[in-house]
């Protein structure tokens, strides 16, 4: 079981900046592509980015694509998403999930992650 945990949500203006930050509780990333989804109220849970295990390969979705940036900690103890430029658009619940897997093009896919954290709040006022 991995136990996955979120931080640095908050509120900020538009054009702003957040580091979101997921690490898992006591054990490394190493072995796994790990994927960034977000939830605004009332929408399904969307992907936002994914890295796989060792950085080699990321994706963005296209609304993020050039404004987010997703990093691993070089020792794999945690991975990153840097959201800038930030929209009112891009409110929601940020998600922080692990895969067992290598990366394949259902990792666009929340089910295909096999551990999940409980979020952090992301509100971008306009």
């Known amino acids: 079981q991995v136990q996955l945990v979120e931080s640095g949500g908050g509120l900020v203006q538009a054009g702003g900046s957040l580091r979101l930050s997921c690490a898992a509780s006591g054990r490394t990333l190493s072995s796994y592509t790990m994927g960034w989804f977000r939830q605004a109220p009332g929408k399904e849970r969307e992907f936002v980015a994914a890295?796989?295990?060792?950085?080699?390969?990321?994706a963005y979705s296209d609304s993020v694509k050039g404004r987010f940036t997703i990093s691993r900690h070089s020792a794999n103890i945690a991975v990153y998403l840097q959201t800038n430029n930030v929209k009112p658009e891009d409110t929601a619940v940020y998600y922080c999930?692990?895969?067992?897997?290598?990366?394949?093009?259902?990792?666009?896919?929340?089910?295909?992650?096999?551990?999940w954290g409980q979020g952090t709040q992301v509100t971008v006022s306009s």
């Open positions: 890295i796989t295990w060792d950085g080699g390969f990321v």
């Open positions: 999930a692990a895969a067992r897997s290598t990366w394949a093009p259902r990792g666009f896919d929340r089910s295909w992650y096999d551990y």
